[in-house]
């Protein structure tokens, strides 16, 4: 696994991310951007996530800018997309990457929910072609779930999952292509029940965060969900599912009040106002909080 030549496609919050990843590990990585001013941002971006971390500046130098794709993944053993989410757009970067790359490559996409089957009908060699989930911020979270399709060979995945463990990633094998894979799913089940909470007039947003925060979220670090099944026995569970399944929210699609917020363009810190509503100080301020907790997590006394 060592000296891998590692292609990542686009730059934004999740691309330079990934790229510094396996910078830190010693790889040579190429990362094409066709946005000027955000390609030659790469490189301040990646140094100040290194100063944060008290790492290695020089890191970054292992980090290539370009423009073209083709020059990006022209002599790539891994590569990796992390454009935005638009299955049309994934389709046109995947076939393009297989044909510009060495045909040794492992093809990879990084999308949060698209189907990887969906994303790779285009190739004509799927044996290579998988998913790679990484969570933000990709340099601090751990985990990456290696998705394989049907179609995907057993010795591709295994070298991805290979080469994740030894960059120091936990990589875990998605063995069915499914929306959302495994932690969209487990994450959004819980938003569709805590924005149903709000829309019935249970409770405001801020409890429902509150209640996750200080209670069962504080554990969850430690103690998976299956985990805490087996611990307070799977008899007990049975007699809560009986009693609080049949209540649990089943809307099909996304609920009324979320839509209405989109509508009214409350579209969360971004705009000031969401679920809840937001000033400069409070977004700098959970911000700053998430990225010293995930620091901490990992080892790294915050400076």
């Known amino acids: 696994m060592k000296n891998q030549r590692i292609a990542v496609i686009g730059a934004g919050l999740m691309g330079h991310g990934i ?23 790469i490189a301040d971006h990646v140094r100040g996530n290194l100063r944060t971390l008290g790492a290695d500046v020089a890191i ?8 073209r794709l083709e020059d ?69 979270i751990p985990l990456v ?29 998605v063995r069915k292509d499914v929306p959302g894979f ?18 019935n007039g249970v409770c405001d947003a801020e409890t429902v965060d509150t209640v996750v925060k200080a209670s069962f979220g504080r554990r969850m670090a430690v103690l998976g969900p299956l985990e805490n099944a087996d ?17 649990l929210d089943r809307t099909p699609g996304p609920l009324p009040l979320l839509r209405d917020l989109v509508a009214a ?5 971004k705009s000031g106002a969401g679920f809840r509503t937001w000033t400069d100080g409070q977004r700098e301020e959970v911000a700053t909080n998430l990225a010293v907790h995930l620091q901490r997590l990992d080892g790294i006394e915050p400076s």
Do not use: C
């Open 19 to 41: 790229a510094q990843a396996f910078a830190a590990a010693g790889h040579h990585v190429d990362i094409q951007e066709p946005d000027a001013g955000r390609r030659s941002a």
């Open 60 to 67: 970054a130098d292992l980090i290539r800018p370009w423009e």
């Open 72 to 140: 990006a993944v022209a002599a790539a053993d891994i590569v990796i997309e992390a454009v935005p989410e638009d299955l049309a757009l994934k389709q046109r970067i995947m076939a393009a990457a297989e044909a510009a790359a060495p045909a040794h490559a492992l093809l990879a996409s990084n999308t949060s929910v698209i189907p990887i089957t969906r994303i790779m009908e285009p190739l004509v060699d799927k044996t290579r072609a998988m998913g790679t989930h990484w969570w933000n911020p990709p340099y601090l």
């Open 145 to 173: 779930e290696v998705i394989q399709t049907a179609d995907t060979g057993d010795a591709a995945v295994a070298a991805m999952i290979g080469l994740l463990t030894a960059i120091g990633k936990m990589p875990v094998h």
């Open 182 to 199: 495994i932690g969209n799913r487990l994450q959004h089940a819980l938003w569709r029940e805590a924005i149903a909470l709000v829309q």
């Open 231 to 247: 611990l307070v026995g799977t008899d007990l569970t049975l007699a809560v599912h009986e009693h609080v399944l049949p209540d």
């Open 265 to 269: 363009g409350r579209l969360g810190m």
